[in-house]
Every structure is written in structure tokens, then in C-alpha cells.
């Protein structure tokens, strides 16, 4: 059964998604008439699988458990040549591109980790690009605790490849998985990975099962730092990254690892937490859409009455640090380790500057 096909069958059109998704609530359809619209061919529905976040609240809160953003991901795969290869937005966050965005701000900023990756090691640190560009000082500290509690250990400073996956350009993702992931992997005789970032770790961890264990570092973090207490008895609340939604490893982990703060939970968290803005790429095809998720959110964050947002993804804090850079953001790497990021950056437009320079050049 195709995944158009099982909406269709399962999508009453109760329109409990509809009223909880930015994405949705915009285009007025619920999953079931978008779906149909596709199988018709409708012009109406032409590219709406490219405005949808992959974030999986409708899911959340559907009472059958309509995957909606499989079947958006499955349809971007038929029309991905089309809508994204030729899209120089999209072709800026690709790894495997000359005007890569990740290698051409390492490279402006001089980030360089080859001193703490040496030739062979047994366990991989797989900062992911964002950590990797936002906070090098996080990295560099996370690999010392690493290192301290594991022995031996080096930093495999590679994007995973998942912005390529959920563009749909999956044979491209599969390709770069195999040839660099793996490769490196493989050649600096790894036998485990520890990442901290959630989308690496869901999109690494099933598909390196059986070959490579894939973990995050926060265990060992509080067994080395202890339940982390927050000076000046600051009010903080927890964002909580789309792709830990289902299962919550990270989101129960940073919660123990902060266990000595006050935390005020928002409205939406958890299993039901909503996305930054920045998943599924949406921005290369709407402008608009993630901003307006992005607003959702800090309209959350400003009901707890907390001073601070937490965040565990470098990509989140670099939507929001964008977004509004009036609001205090933090990851909770850099809290807990007490190590500063780039954020300033961010907030000072130089990335979103770089990001144009890059597009325009591609022609």
C-alpha cells in the first residue's frame, strides 16, 4: 500500500491536525484532500509536499496515527529532480555540493578539529554540521569528557546526510552515507558513534544497526557534571527537537542533566512539541511558513513566563537566534559546560548574508 493510499484509507479528515499544524492550518487541507490531490494530479496541491516540516505532530495528536509526513517525504522522491536539484537553496545544504553552506562557514570561521581526530579511534564524536559551525567550543569540550570517560576517541567532523534524504533526493543520501559515513568510519577503525545532535542520531541509528552502536553524550555528561544546578535561580524552559518526538531519548536526558534548574514546560512539548521552523527545508520553497512557525513558538516560550529557552539542537537555536534575536536561547551543551557559541553570528545576519552569496554564485 503506497503512503498516499494508506492516508486515504486511515485520514477521516477530523481536522485535529489541521488545527495544530502552521503547515496544514496555512494550505486549509487536511491530509486526506492533499492526498487525494495528489493521486488526481490537482494543480492546487502541486509542491505542498515541499511546505511541510517532516516534524510528525500530525501524527501526534491523530487519533489513527496518520504518518503524514512519510507520505510527504515519499512524494518530494517523485518530484525531488524538479523541485530541488535545480533549486540553488536547497543545493546550499547539501554536502555533497561545491557551495556547501556547512564547509564554506567552517571555513570563514577557521573551524578546523583535526587535532582532535586522529588516525584510528574507537569511538567516533559526531558533532553534526550545526554543532560543528555554532558552537566549536562545545565540540572541543564534549570531546575531552569523551575522551577522559572513553578512552579512545576522535571528532568525525561530517554532515550524516539527511538534508538530502528528506529532500527526497534518497539514492544521493544512500550514496553519501556509504561513501563518506561509512567510509571514514571504517578507516579510522570505529566501532561505535556518539552524536549530539537528534537528527543525526535518528537518521544514523537505524541505519548503521548492526554495524556501528550510536549514542548521545549526555550520560556520560552527568555522570561528570552531576545534576547541573542553574546559578541565580534563572526560569528556563525545554524545546524539544522534532525527531526526538516519538521516543524522547534526548529530551529525557538534557531534563536530568538540568535537573537542578526550575523548568516550566510549554504548552506544546514532548511527544507534541512543535518544530523550530527549520525541518523539512521549508524555507527554500516558502519564506513565510517558518517564520510563522518560529513566532508559534516563542508566543509558547513567552506564556511560561521563563527568562531562557533550552534548547538540544544547534539547528533550532540557529532558527531562533535568526528569528529573534532579541530572545535568550541557549543549547544545553553550552550551558551545562559553561562554553560559548557563535551566535552572535547568527544574530548579526552574517549567516542568512553568506547563505545569498552562496546562492547567487551557483547562477
Same mark, same amino acid.
Given at each position: ?30 491530509? %486526506? =484532500?492533499?492526498? &487525494? !490531490?495528489? *493521486? ?5 496541491? +502541486? #509542491?505542498?509536499?515541499? $511546505?511541510?516540516?517532516? /516534524? ?117 543520501? %544512500? =550514496?553519501?552515507? &556509504? !561513501?563518506? *559515513? ?5 578507516? +579510522? #577503525?570505529?566501532?561505535? $558513534?556518539?552524536?549530539? /545532535? ?118 533550532? =537555536? ?16 553550552? $550551558? ?28
Amino acid at each position: 500500500m503506497s503512503a498516499l493510499t494508506s492516508t486515504m484509507d486511515k485520514c477521516t479528515s477530523c481536522g485535529l491536525c489541521v488545527e495544530e499544524c502552521v503547515f496544514l492550518k496555512a494550505v486549509s487541507k487536511t491530509p %486526506r =484532500a492533499i492526498a &487525494e !490531490g495528489l *493521486v488526481r494530479g490537482d494543480e492546487e496541491v +502541486r #509542491g505542498l509536499q515541499f $511546505l511541510c516540516f517532516l /516534524c510528525g505532530l500530525c501524527k501526534a495528536v491523530c487519533p489513527n496515527q496518520v504518518d503524514v509526513a512519510e507520505m510527504m517525504l515519499r512524494s518530494r522522491r517523485d518530484s525531488a529532480d524538479l523541485n530541488v536539484q535545480q533549486n540553488p537553496c536547497y543545493r546550499v545544504n547539501f554536502p555533497d555540493e561545491p557551495a556547501f553552506l556547512i564547509g564554506a562557514l567552517k571555513e570563514r570561521m577557521d573551524i578546523d578539529f583535526s587535532e582532535h581526530s586522529p588516525s584510528k579511534f574507537k569511538h567516533a564524536f559526531f558533532p553534526g554540521c550545526s554543532m560543528a559551525c555554532f558552537s566549536p567550543k562545545a565540540v572541543v569540550k564534549v570531546y575531552e569528557v569523551l575522551a577522559e570517560e572513553l578512552g579512545e576517541v576522535g571528532v568525525l567532523d561530517l554532515c550524516c546526510g539527511k538534508p538530502l534524504h528528506d529532500s527526497g533526493l534518497e539514492s544521493r543520501a %544512500r =550514496a553519501w552515507l &556509504e !561513501g563518506r *559515513v561509512v567510509a571514514e568510519l571504517k578507516r +579510522r #577503525g570505529c566501532e561505535a $558513534l556518539v552524536t549530539a /545532535c537528534p537528527n543525526c542520531f535518528y537518521y544514523l541509528k537505524p541505519r548503521l544497526w548492526g554495524r556501528f552502536k550510536v549514542s548521545t553524550p549526555y550520560g556520560l555528561l552527568r555522570r561528570t557534571v552531576g545534576g547541573f544546578g542553574c546559578g541565580g535561580d534563572p526560569i528556563l524552559t525545554i524545546h524539544d527537537s522534532c525527531p526526538d518526538r516519538f521516543e524522547g531519548i534526548f529530551g529525557e536526558q538534557v531534563r536530568k542533566v538540568l535537573s537542578g534548574c526550575r523548568i516550566l514546560e510549554m504548552r506544546h512539548s514532548k511527544t507534541k512539541t512543535l518544530c523550530c521552523g527549520a525541518g523539512g527545508l521549508v524555507s527554500c520553497s516558502n519564506a513565510v511558513l517558518p517564520l510563522t512557525m518560529a513566532s508559534a513558538r516563542f508566543s509558547e516560550f513567552a506564556e511560561t513566563g521563563a527568562s531562557l529557552m533550552v534548547v538540544y539542537c544547534y539547528t533550532c =537555536a540557529n532558527m531562533f537566534w535568526s528569528a529573534k534575536p532579541n530572545v535568550e536561547v541557549k543549547h544545553a551543551l553550552n $550551558l551545562v559546560l559553561n562554553v560559548g557559541d557563535n551566535s552572535e553570528l547568527v544574530k548579526r545576519g552574517e549567516v542568512g548574508r553568506l547563505i545569498m552569496d552562496l546562492m547567487t554564485n551557483q547562477g
